[in-house]
C-alpha cells in the first residue's frame, strides 16, 4: 500500500511537472473559466429575462442567482474537464516511449492513473475553486443547511472525478485516436451534464444520457448542498448514484488496465484501439 | 538464489490480420522466437546476435515482462516471468539505444527520483542512489537542466542510469550504444564490465561486433527466432568456412607471380579475388579456414616479386554471423 502511495505522489508530481513549466499555465487555471463562465451567462441572460423563463424556472429571475448556478457548473465542469484533458495528455506517453517505461516497472498500474489524475485535479480546478468559493461568499448567495455539506460538496466532486480520470486515463493510454474522444467529451460534457442549464429544461433522453456521467450528479449535489439548503437526506438519491458511478468507473478502470496490458503483452502493439 | 535468467524452448508468436475487401481477417500467426532456449548467468555479459529481425527484441521484451511467452517457460532466478512478473519487474531493468524512456520537461534528478519511486527503491537509499548515478554517467553538473535541453549523448546517459536506478540484478541491454560518439560508448562498455563484475548479470545485443567481442563471454546466435549457434566469440568465429585472410599488395603486376597464386589457391581450395588498389598496383585476397600467409609468401618472394603490403585477418564474428545465418546454410 505505501508503494502504491508513493506511486501516486511522484505520478501526481511528475504529471505536474510536464504540464506546468510557464506562468501562462494561469491562464487555463482562472482565465479561461471566468471567460467561459461570462461567456454563458452573457448567452443566457437575454432568454431568462423572459416573463416565461422565469415562471418555469425562478432561478432565472435573479441574475445573482443565475450566476451562482453558472458558476456551479462551470467549476464542477472545470474539475471533469480538467481529466479529460489530462487523459488525452497521457495517451502522449505512448507515442514518446516513456509508456513502456512505466510497463517495464513494478508500479501499481491503477495507482498510476489515479495519481496521474489527482495532479490534473489538483493543477487544474484549484485556483478557478477557490475563486469560486470566495465570490460566491462575497455576493452572499451560498445557502447551506448545515456546515457539513460543504464537506459533503467536495467530496461529491472530488471523488467521481478522480474515478472519472483514472477511467479516462485508463482508455486513452491505448488509444491511437484519443483525440476523438477529448473532442467528444468537451460540448457535449457540457450539455448532457446540465452544466448551463437546469437538467428538467432538457429533452428525456438528452438527460438519460446524463444520467451515466458522473459530472451530472456531482452537480446536482454541489448546487442542492451550496445554493438551495439541501441536506444529506434531500440528496440521497444523487450521492448514492455517485457511489454507484465512482465503483464503477474504478472497476472499469482497473479492467480496461488488465485487458490492455494483456493484450500488450499477447500483440507487442501498445494501441489497442 | 541468483540462477540467473533461464529460457526453455521459449515462443512467441503475434497474431496476424490482413486486409481483405473491407475486413481485416486474422492470418497464419507470426514466429518472432521459435523454440529458443538461452542462460543468463549471473556476474558475466551474455551476448545474443542476429541479423535484423532474427528476434532479439522480441526476446528482451519477454525476459522483461512487456511481452508474454506463447510457449516455453522464462525464469528469473526461478521465478517465473508470467506468474510473478512484478517481482521479476524488481529485479531487472532494461536499456535501449534511441534515448527514449524519459521525461522531456523533467530534469535528470526528477526523472531519476520519479523512476525510483515506481521501483519502490526505500527513500534514504533513492537520494544516494541518484547521486551516485548521476556522477557515474557524468550528468552531475546538468542534473538541474530539463532534459529537453540536452545533447543525444546526454540523453541516452540518462538513459542508462534510469536503467541502474533499482539496482537490477540484471540488466537487459538492446544497443545501448545505438548512436552515442566513441568516448561516450566506450565508457559505457567500461560500465557495462564493472557491472557484470559486481555480479550483475548482463543480456547485450548489438551490432558493433567489436563491442560483444570485448564484452561478452559467451554469445547465442540467433536467426528466425532460433537457435543457430553459441559458445564464447572466439569459438563462433572459428565455426565460420571462411577464415583467415590474407591480403598482399605487390609493387608491379606480374603474370607469374598471379598464376602461382592462382594454382595455390586451386591447390588449397581457397578463395581468390585478384584485384588493384588506389595506385593501380595489384592487390590479392586469399581467403582460407587456414592461415597461409606462409605459403603465400613464399611463392611471391620465390619469384622475384617485391610486396609492399600484407595483412592477415583472423577470423571474425561477423563472418560467423553471415555464415551460420545465411539461409542456405541453415538449411544444411
Known amino acids: 500500500m505505501s508503494h502504491a502511495l508513493r506511486v501516486v505522489a511522484a505520478e501526481a508530481l511528475k504529471q505536474h511537472r510536464r504540464l506546468f513549466g510557464q506562468p501562462l499555465v494561469l491562464f487555463s487555471m482562472l482565465l479561461w473559466p471566468l471567460l467561459t463562465l461570462a461567456a454563458t451567462y452573457y448567452t443566457v441572460l437575454p432568454v431568462m429575462e423572459s416573463a416565461t423563463a422565469s415562471q418555469r424556472w425562478p432561478v ?26 489530462s487523459a ?106 446540465g452544466v448551463r442549464l437546469p437538467l428538467f429544461a432538457l429533452p428525456v433522453w438528452i438527460k438519460a444520457v446524463g444520467v451515466a456521467f458522473p459530472l451530472t450528479s456531482s452537480l446536482v449535489v454541489l448546487r442542492g448542498a451550496l445554493l438551495d439548503r439541501a441536506d444529506l437526506g434531500d440528496l440521497a438519491g444523487a450521492l448514492g448514484w455517485l457511489v454507484v458511478l465512482t465503483v464503477g468507473l474504478f472497476l472499469a478502470a482497473s479492467a480496461l488496465l488488465r485487458l490492455g496490458e494483456a493484450r500488450v503483452q499477447r500483440t507487442g502493439n501498445l494501441q489497442v484501439f | 538464489m541468483s540462477t540467473g535468467i533461464v529460457t526453455t524452448d521459449l515462443r512467441k508468436t503475434f497474431p496476424a490480420r490482413r486486409w481483405q475487401g473491407w475486413r481485416r481477417r486474422h492470418v497464419a500467426p507470426v514466429a518472432a522466437v521459435d523454440g529458443l532456449s538461452l542462460r543468463v548467468p549471473p556476474g558475466q555479459v551474455t551476448g545474443l546476435l542476429g541479423l535484423n529481425g532474427a528476434g532479439k527484441t522480441t526476446t528482451i521484451r519477454i525476459l522483461s515482462t512487456l511481452l508474454r511467452p506463447t510457449g516455453g517457460t522464462v525464469t528469473v532466478d526461478g521465478l517465473d516471468v508470467v506468474d510473478h512478473a512484478r517481482e521479476v519487474r524488481r529485479r531487472i531493468n532494461v536499456i535501449s539505444g534511441g534515448e527514449r524512456m524519459v521525461y522531456d520537461r523533467l530534469t535528470a534528478r526528477e526523472n531519476l527520483w520519479y523512476f525510483g519511486q515506481l521501483y519502490d527503491v526505500p527513500r534514504a537509499r533513492l537520494r544516494t542512489r541518484v547521486g551516485e548515478l548521476l556522477d557515474l554517467v557524468g550528468l552531475t553538473e546538468a542534473a538541474q537542466l530539463p532534459v529537453e535541453r540536452y545533447s543525444r549523448g546526454m540523453r541516452q546517459r540518462l538513459v542508462i542510469a534510469r536503467g541502474l536506478i533499482n539496482d537490477p540484478a540484471y540488466l537487459l541491454l538492446d544497443e545501448p550504444t545505438l548512436g552515442l560518439d566513441a568516448p561516450i560508448a566506450h565508457q559505457l562498455r567500461a560500465l557495462i564490465a564493472q557491472l557484470a563484475a559486481d555480479g550483475v548479470g548482463v543480456l547485450l545485443t548489438s551490432h558493433y561486433l567489436a563491442e560483444v567481442e570485448q564484452l561478452c563471454r559467451h554469445v547465442y546466435l540467433i ?80 619469384r622475384g616479386a617485391t610486396i609492399v603490403g600484407l595483412t592477415v585477418t583472423p577470423p ?5 554471423i553471415l555464415t551460420l545465418t545465411d539461409p542456405a546454410v541453415m538449411a544444411r
Open chain 1, 60 to 85: 432565472a429571475a435573479d441574475p445573482r442567482r443565475l450566476l451562482a448556478f453558472l458558476a456551479a457548473g462551470a467549476l464542477a465542469y472545470t474539475f471533469f474537464f480538467s481529466l479529460v484533458q
Open chain 2, 316 to 320: 571474425t564474428l561477423e563472418d560467423a
Open chain 1, 88 to 193: 488525452w495528455h497521457f495517451s502522449f506517453e505512448r507515442v514518446s516511449g516513456t509508456l513502456e517505461a512505466l510497463f517495464l516497472s513494478p508500479a501499481n498500474r491503477m495507482a498510476l492513473v489515479i495519481g496521474n489524475g489527482a495532479a490534473a485535479l489538483t493543477q487544474n480546478a484549484w485556483l478557478f475553486g477557490c475563486f469560486a468559493v470566495a465570490a460566491a461568499t462575497a455576493a452572499d448567495v451560498l445557502d447551506v443547511a448545515h456546515p457539513g455539506m460543504y464537506v459533503v460538496a467536495a467530496l461529491a466532486l472530488v471523488v467521481p472525478a478522480v474515478a472519472w480520470g483514472a477511467f479516462l486515463n485508463s482508455l486513452l493510454i491505448f488509444s491511437r485516436d484519443s483525440a476523438f474522444l477529448y473532442t467528444l467529451l468537451d460540448d457535449p460534457l457540457w450539455f448532457v451534464a
Open chain 2, 223 to 302: 536467426a528466425r527466432g532460433s537457435l543457430v549457434a553459441q559458445g564464447s566469440p572466439a569459438q563462433l568465429a572459428g565455426q565460420t568456412v571462411r577464415r583467415h585472410t590474407v591480403r598482399l599488395v605487390l609493387s608491379v603486376a606480374d603474370p607469374a607471380v598471379t598464376a602461382a597464386l592462382r594454382a595455390l589457391a586451386a591447390r588449397h581450395d581457397a578463395e581468390l579475388i585478384v584485384d588493384v588498389d588506389d595506385g593501380g598496383r595489384p592487390r590479392f585476397a586469399l581467403r582460407h579456414p587456414e592461415d597461409l600467409v606462409g605459403v603465400v609468401v613464399t611463392a611471391v618472394v620465390q
